[in-house]
Nanobody
Framework: QVQLVESGGGLVQIGDSLRLSCLAS????????MGWFRQTPGKEREFVAG????????GYAESVKGRFTISRDNAANTVYLQMNSLKPEDTALYYC???????????????????WGQGTLVTVSS
């Protein structure tokens, strides 16, 4: 069983940066595609960014492309989301998720993911 714990959220101003971390425990995630999603009250959880098992492929939602960067350190069993030029519309609860099998590519659908963290809150103040 994989446990995922996100950290790094907080209250920031427009244009600021944050780096979210997702630390996995229970088993290695080095063979697993990983992703970040976000959700605001009353809305569906949405894909933000995904990364392949070895970091060779990444993908982003159009709304964050060019501002957010997903990366991973398999030795540290950790995935990151660097968020720059933050906007009020980036305010959300951010979740880390793992696909529990070795497979190529990245996944944009939440249904593809097998485990989720509890989320970390990002608030961008205007």
């Amino acid at each position: 069983q994989v446990q995922l714990v996100e950290s790094g959220g907080g209250l920031v101003q427009i244009g600021d940066s944050l780096r979210l971390s997702c630390l996995a425990s229970g088993r290695t995630i080095s063979n697993y595609p990983m992703g970040w999603f976000r959700q605001t009250p009353g809305k569906e959880r949405e894909f933000v960014a995904g990364i392949s098992w070895n970091g060779g492929s990444t993908g982003y939602a159009e709304s964050v492309k060019g501002r957010f960067t997903i990366s991973r350190d398999n030795a540290a069993n950790t995935v990151y989301l660097q968020m720059n030029s933050l906007k009020p519309e980036d305010t959300a609860l951010y979740y880390c998720a793992a696909v529990h099998r070795w497979t190529r590519g990245i996944f944009t659908s939440g249904a593809s993911y097998d485990s989720w963290g509890q989320g970390t809150l990002v608030t961008v103040s205007s």
